[in-house]
């Protein structure tokens, strides 16, 4: 018989209560969150299923992927499932699987409390956030499932708990554009060094793209290439703080760069709280 468990103790907007009383040193990740009994062991019907969502827990380190991927997939070949596993990770990393620290700009909350739903430095202490607001995720279900639906299973399981709906829409947002202020070229590359993309200021022999990917990963207002300059170029902005715009702005007009804000439709993605 298939079945399905979902453990819901609390309210999405404080999950300090699921706290245990001590940390979680001897949690084994290689385990699902359950113990199985015999039958479900043996599996022999290939039918075992369940999801699982608590709050933070202590002493439980994420999961460290490439590019911030904090999520686990095991394989029981023995058992024919899969599971997925994700720990202490807010809602919007649920649903944009880690990537959402560079997309940060490009995420769009219509929530009623946007600090419960993502961490930004103005919220304080990041663990102290966490503690508050973070949740995890295991899922287990058959292989046969898990290769036609992949990670929309887990997608799906968020929207239905936190009764949200999600995706990517064309608004109209504010921008800062990159623009050209003169017809000289000083961008131009001065020889045929390695490619640099960005430490300390510098971008050589690399498209503006990763200038404004830089500028635009250090706060809230997406930055688009309006200069359409064709090939790479070489900046030194030193030490500026992509953050501070006038002081940013400053360093871009010695290459007849300068940054305007304007209202632009672009993809973004929505997260929307349901009725």
Avoid at 59 to 81: D, I, K, L, S, W
Avoid at 93 to 102: A, C, R, S, V
Avoid at 164 to 193: A, N, Q
Avoid at 222 to 245: C, E, F, R
């Amino acid at each position: 018989m298939l079945s399905l468990i979902v453990f819901q103790a609390q309210a999405q907007k404080d999950t300090t209560g699921f706290v245990y009383r001590k940390p979680l040193f001897d949690f084994d990740y290689a385990k699902p969150v359950f113990k199985l009994d015999t039958q479900q062991e043996a599996n022999i019907d290939r039918l075992l299923r369940f999801s699982v969502f608590t709050g933070y827990r202590e002493g439980v380190e994420p999961v460290h992927r490439e590019f911030g991927f904090n999520m686990a997939t095991q394989e029981n070949r023995e058992q024919g499932t899969i599971r997925q596993s994700i720990y202490n990770a807010s809602i919007v990393e649920m649903l944009t699987h880690g990537f959402e620290t560079p997309m940060q700009s490009r995420i769009l909350l219509e929530v009623k409390d946007p600090s419960a739903y993502r961490y930004l430095p103005a919220y304080g202490n990041k663990q102290a956030w966490l503690r508050k607001n973070a949740y995890c995720y295991e899922l287990l279900v058959p292989r046969a499932a898990f290769s036609v639906r992949k990670v929309k299973m887990i997608e799906d399981d968020v929207a239905q708990h936190f009764n949200i709906s999600f995706g990517y829409e064309t608004r109209k947002v504010k921008t800062l554009v990159l623009v050209r202020t003169s017809g000289l070229d000083k961008l131009k590359p001065s020889g045929s060094s390695e490619p640099v993309f960005g430490k300390s200021g510098v971008f050589r022999n690399v498209g503006l793209g990763y200038l404004t990917q830089a500028v635009e990963k250090t706060g809230l207002t997406p930055v688009v290439d309006d200069t359409g300059y064709p090939g790479a170029v070489d900046i030194d902005l030193g030490s500026v703080d992509y953050s501070n715009t006038q002081l940013l702005r400053l360093a871009l007009s010695k290459y007849d760069l300068d940054l305007k804000e304007d209202m632009r439709e672009l993809k973004i993605f929505v997260i929307k709280e349901l009725k």
